[in-house]
């Protein structure tokens, strides 16, 4: 595995879709079209009409990557440890149709292992309690049964808002070793602590919530990517915060001068300085966007 800055990742990202037919698009505002959303807090938010087949994508592309700035705030509280921020870049890609499951598992793989030269035995993968047949093609991957694992619907279901384009998903998770877990014996991908990393999200985008709770089929079985890019910056970084990758820690450093602070001497001040430099890039962008 060797280092890459955060812009590298963002552009081996966008060139490896381009490559196989998506169309390199632009991030969309913070500020969504969309009645149902306050902020823009996934890469697929752009594209909901393209799900709905209200809009058609150019046929020369074969689905869409992007670069998508976003902000969270239902992780709010958790924001200062080491892996959750309001303001973070999403690097996605779109299938409304074109492409499915196979290519799907197929390229986020190539592209960790291959591109990233992350190392096998370090991915874990979960797919939706009954989704056996994605099982199946993380399998024909070559990915180790014991390496599979499902859970419900709080983890593999997502879904942007209460209605709308939304499906089961799989995630991809990076080991980042027992050093950085909470050592429990059933620590596993989806425990609370950082050792297991989910950088991934791939979401098989099949049905379009309902005001009453129910899910009605889309017209075409879709593909919804998302690679958290500064997750993936602190695994190529050889770091386990977020707050340590190249963008990250220049902004913990702006804190520290206006603060007359020292990151890495008082854990409550370090927890502040993350808050700071997090908080200060969303605001910002978001006035950006008006
Ligand atoms: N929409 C999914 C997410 O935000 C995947 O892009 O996790």
Redesign the pocket.
Known sequence: MKYMTTAEIREKYLAFFEEKGCKRMPSSSLIPDDPSLLLT????VQFKPYFLHQKELDPAYIGTTTAQKCVRTNDIDNIGDARHLSFFE?M?NFSFGKYFKNEMCAWAFEFSTEVLGLPAEKLYFTVFEDDDETIEIWKSLGVPEDHISRLGEDDNF?R?GPTGPCGP?SEIYFDQGPEVGCGSPDCKPGCDCDRYLEFW?C?FTQFDGQEDGTLAPLLTKNI???MGLERIAAIMQGVTNNYDTDVLRSLVGVGERLAGKTYKQDAAVDKSLRIIADHSRSVTFMIADG
């Open positions: 807090s996934a890469g697929m999403m996605g997502w942007a998903c999200n979401v919804d990517t998302g």
